[in-house]
């Protein structure tokens, strides 16, 4: 059995308000099933509570295929979203900010082919960075398309590495 984590957020929208939810996909082979065929398996959990206090029963789904996981995922995020006592979260209401950078805005002197590194972090609560809205200029130059952007919801590394033209 195998299985991967990844965090998606969810909103019911009030006042922006918005949760994470846990999804975790695990392949299981069961004796009963034709040897080689696998079964697939969607879980998603939330840490948030419904309004009796316990936490929101997570979400099971067993016919997962390729075709029909976002689908899958969109329904099961809105059954966890109508159980969840939206007025006890708090609202997001800063903007996400600048860890570290490098080099830094005050650095002279930077060789021209030096890499451009950027962390950025949301503090919770949070309703994520959306890393299609990241942009960066390097002298008034856009070079958004050329960015390498990892992490999830909340914080992003931006990496921008130069293109190295070379003259004959």
């Given amino acids: 059995m195998s299985s991967f984590t990844v965090d998606v957020f969810n909103s019911l929208a009030p006042r922006g308000k ?5 999804g975790i996909l695990e392949q299981v082979d069961l004796q009963e099933t034709v040897d ?4 697939w398996i ?5 840490n948030f509570f419904k309004s ?3 936490l929101a029963t997570p979400v099971y789904v067993v016919e997962v295929t390729e075709d029909t996981l976002s689908e899958e995922i969109r329904k099961g995020i809105s059954e966890i979203a109508s159980q969840i006592e939206w007025d006890n979260i708090e609202e997001d209401s800063k903007p996400p900010h600048i860890v570290s950078m490098s080099p830094s805005p005050s650095e002279e002197n930077v060789n021209i082919h030096s890499n451009v590194q950027v962390r950025l972090r949301d503090s919770f609560p949070t309703v994520g960075i959306d890393p299609a809205t990241i942009k960066l200029k390097v002298n008034g130059i856009d070079v958004t398309s050329e960015l390498d952007i990892k992490g999830v919801d909340n914080e992003f590394l931006v990496t921008w590495v130069p293109q190295i033209v070379l003259e004959t």
Avoid: A, M, S
């Fill in 18 to 22: 918005k949760i994470i939810v846990t």
């Fill in 42 to 46: 969607l879980r998603l959990v939330t």
């Fill in 36 to 39: 080689g065929e696998v079964i």
């Fill in 52 to 54: 009796d206090g316990t």
